[in-house]
């Protein structure tokens, strides 16, 4: 059995694409608060060895860059076609959300990673199967189960 499907206009596929960016934002927002805390928590500096701060850094710089990435869609659009809506538009925004949850899936599984390591450190090969697993889950969630389902038609 096929599902329905309606093509949007122009202007409603941008304006959802930005509704998604909006949602997605607080979330990367929270996460980056926390892992500013975790810099101060004196846990921080004595259970992690130099290079693993580094690492948190590198994973604050990510989860930073994403909501960047994610905020340029309605920077762009403010700035570019501020009034008016195009195809390009929707295509670029699209990547740059996409983009944005690809680095935000970077920073996150580094701080898994470090988290991973702090709970079970005489276990050298658990935080790295755990981090991968992560990986794996958040790749095939966000950018490969859309892809599963056979497209529906188009209403005419």
């Not at 990510?62 to 909501?67: C, E, F, Q, S």
Request: charged share 15%; hydrophobic share 55%.
């Amino acid at each position: 059995m096929s599902e329905e499907r309606e093509s949007l206009k122009l202007s409603q596929a941008a304006q959802m694409l930005l509704d998604e960016c909006r949602m997605v934002l607080p979330g990367v927002q929270a996460i980056f608060g926390f892992q500013l805390i975790a810099v101060f928590n004196q846990r921080f500096s004595e259970d992690l060895s130099q290079g693993q701060q580094l690492i948190h850094l590198g994973a604050i710089a990510l989860v930073a860059l994403a909501a960047a990435i994610i905020m340029t869609p309605a920077a762009y659009h403010r700035r570019r076609e501020e009034r008016c809506v195009t195809a390009e538009f929707v295509h670029l925004s699209t990547r740059l959300l996409l983009s944005g949850m690809v680095t935000l899936m970077l920073g996150l599984c580094l701080d898994f990673f470090l988290i991973a390591c702090l709970i079970v450190p005489d276990e050298a090969r658990l935080p790295w199967v755990a981090t991968l697993a992560l990986a794996a889950a958040m790749a095939f969630l966000w950018f490969l189960f859309p892809y599963l389902k056979a497209a529906p038609r188009t209403m005419s």
